[in-house]
């Protein structure tokens, strides 16, 4: 069984763009393949969090896998911070690691733009994330298109390692959606959506009421025509509510194409809209059900556990080839 890696930030509310260009994706592999999926709360220091945010946040994430359909019985579910193997391989691979190819990655300029003083925990995110992946050899990394850069970060530094220390790394291979790979902005098609966007309107959050949902993709911008169509190019916002409609409801675009012809834009959201109800819905009521019930901290103590094993097997070896003295 080729082995799954992959996590999703407590940053803010999870984002119909993470349940479509990650979660989804969890939930369908663990049935054939072995998979570990963190919280990566590590990583979501790397911007300011204030604690309480931070840990209800944490707790949230954790119910909505559970909640999506992550089998704690199939998937190897855990925090980052509860496995503390993750940010000691992570300093190791940070020794590793170039600055040039730091300043290259694009979510480092993105979230950096502006910002008078930016921590360095931003910039060296992509090594923790190298050591997240290399930790269990993962072969697979389900992840959006926005994570294919530090992916192939992983890669290059996986290799350098099995260059300078022997073979020790499985190099591990992107796994991208083919549509929804990328879920932009409801208010700006050039801009990823995101959880932690302050316009509340810019995203659709997993637990976002029904009648939320609804006001916000009736809200959502597109131009000034009436044809739907999937064209990125020319019809960036169309195209990206078209992704979300294919996405939650199994249509291909040409069938939605079709079903709207010559119509305009009216009924087509609002049946985008019933589209996403009809998904999250569901999970809602299984997320409320399983904050109330009290079993995730056992699930997450379980999980951390049994990746805890693996990774300490890895970084005993990691530490005899790099030239570290045994206890
Ligand atoms: N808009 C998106 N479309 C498709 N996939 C997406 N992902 C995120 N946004 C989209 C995928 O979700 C996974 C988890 O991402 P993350 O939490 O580690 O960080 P991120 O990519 O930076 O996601 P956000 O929502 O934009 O978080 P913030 O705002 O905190 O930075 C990844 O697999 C990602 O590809």
């Given at each position: 069984?080729?082995?799954v890696l992959s996590g999703i930030q407590p940053s803010g509310q999870l984002t119909l763009g993470n349940y479509i260009g990650a979660l989804k994706n969890f939930?369908?592999?663990?049935?054939?393949?072995?998979?570990y999926y963190m919280v990566?709360?590590?990583?979501?220091?790397?911007?300011?969090?204030?604690?309480?945010?931070?840990?209800?946040?944490?707790?949230?994430?954790?119910?909505?896998?559970?909640?999506?359909?992550l089998d704690p019985a199939k998937a190897t579910i855990f925090l980052q911070s509860h496995v503390h193997q993750h940010a000691e391989l992570g300093w190791m691979l940070t020794t590793l690691t170039?600055?040039?190819?730091?300043?290259r990655m694009t979510q480092f300029k993105d979230k950096s733009a502006g910002k008078e003083s930016v921590g360095a925990g931003l910039f060296t995110y992509p090594s923790l994330m190298a050591a997240d992946i290399l930790l269990y050899n993962a072969d697979l990394v389900p992840v959006g298109d926005d994570q294919k850069q530090h992916l192939e970060l992983t890669r290059d530094l996986a290799h350098r390692?099995?260059?300078?220390?022997?073979d020790t790394f499985t190099i591990p291979e992107p796994y991208i959606p083919k549509v929804g790979a990328r879920i932009m902005s409801l208010d700006d098609a050039s801009k990823k959506m995101s959880k932690s966007n302050p316009n509340q309107g810019s995203f659709i959050a997993m637990l976002d009421d029904p009648a939320v949902i609804r006001k916000k993709i009736s809200r959502a911008v597109t131009d000034s025509g009436r044809e739907v169509k999937y064209d990125p190019q020319n019809k960036p916002?169309?195209?990206?509510?078209i992704s979300i409609y294919a996405n939650c409801s199994g249509k291909s675009v040409?069938?939605?194409?079709?079903l709207y012809d010559g119509q305009?834009?009216?009924?087509?959201?609002?049946?985008?809209?019933?589209?996403?109800?009809?998904?999250l819905e569901p999970i809602q009521q299984r997320y409320h059900e399983i904050r109330k019930s009290g079993e995730l901290y056992d699930i997450l103590r379980q999980g951390a556990e049994r990746a805890a094993e693996q990774a300490e097997k890895t970084v005993k070896t990691v530490k005899e080839k790099m030239g570290f003295l045994a206890r």
């Open positions: 069984m080729k082995r939930v369908e592999m663990q049935h054939s393949h072995e998979c990566v709360d590590l990583h979501a220091i790397t911007v300011p969090q204030e604690p309480a945010a931070l840990r209800e946040q944490t707790e949230a994430v954790s119910a909505l896998y559970i909640a999506s359909g170039y600055m040039g190819e730091l300043e390692f099995n260059q300078r220390f022997g916002e169309v195209s990206n509510l040409a069938e939605i194409e079709a305009g834009y009216g009924p087509f959201k609002k049946d985008l809209a019933e589209q996403v109800v009809a998904v």
